[in-house]
T-cell receptor, first 115, second 112 residues
């Protein structure tokens, strides 16, 4: 079974530039999550999708971050403009069920460095 | 927002010693999950606990969920070098957002 695919693995940009990350979840998983993991900390939920609808985006900095999940499969997370504090690993995860139950399957992550 | 406190932040042990990490919430949890993240890797699911007082074992790992469903622990017996990594608890709150809230993790460092 293929896992959660993410790209790019690494990205270096200067502040005020924009960046986009892509995620392809495990086939059949209705729920997709984007987490931000700053070095040395636990993952922080940014947004959760159930199929192509947003379930929770309360911690997404909407002035600069946006995310979409067209057709309920792939998802894209965009940051524009980036700030220094956005340097982190952006983890995409998917699960068969939602509601805070069921195992999350994480991708390898996209490591962003903002200079 | 709702948080889970995880302690200790770091734990150094000699290979063969036991290790325990604790996770605490001020509010009742719906369920709690545990994940392991190897250095440079991504979190990998270990277990989910749902019932009050639940205890589950996986070989040398023992997971407990408190009677009040506000705390949980992970105990590793006789650590091995393969146990190195960061262990996270991830909590689902009653009436809260669907997504899991992760603790800050406990970094396990093993000295051979």
């Amino acid at each position: 079974e293929a896992g959660v695919a993410q790209s790019p693995r690494y990205k270096i940009i200067e502040k005020r530039q924009s960046v986009a990350f892509w995620c392809n979840p495990i086939s059949g998983h209705a729920t997709l999550y984007w987490y931000q993991q700053i070095l040395g900390q636990g993952p922080k939920l940014l947004i959760q999708f159930q199929n192509n609808g947003v379930v929770d985006d309360s911690q997404l900095p909407k002035d600069r971050f946006s995310a979409e999940r067209l057709k309920g499969v792939d998802s894209t997370l965009k940051i524009q403009p980036a700030k220094l504090e956005d340097s982190a690993v952006y983890l995409c995860a998917s699960s068969f069920t939602g509601g805070g139950t069921g195992e999350l399957f994480f991708g390898e992550g996209s490591r962003l460095t903002v200079l | 927002g709702q948080q889970v406190m995880q302690i200790p932040q770091y734990q150094h042990v000699q290979e063969g010693e036991d290790f325990t990490t604790y996770c605490n919430s001020s509010t009742t949890l719906s369920n709690i999950q545990w994940y392991k993240q190897r250095p440079g890797g991504h979190p990998v699911f270990l277990i989910q606990l749902v019932k009050s007082g639940e205890v589950k074992k996986q070989k040398r790992l023992t997971f407990q969920f408190g009677e009040a469903k506000k705390n949980s622990s992970l105990h590793i017996t006789a650590t091995q070098t393969t146990d190195v990594g960061t262990y996270f608890c991830a909590a689902a709150f009653w009436g809260g957002a669907d997504g899991l809230t992760f603790g800050k993790g406990t970094h396990l460092i093993i000295q051979p």
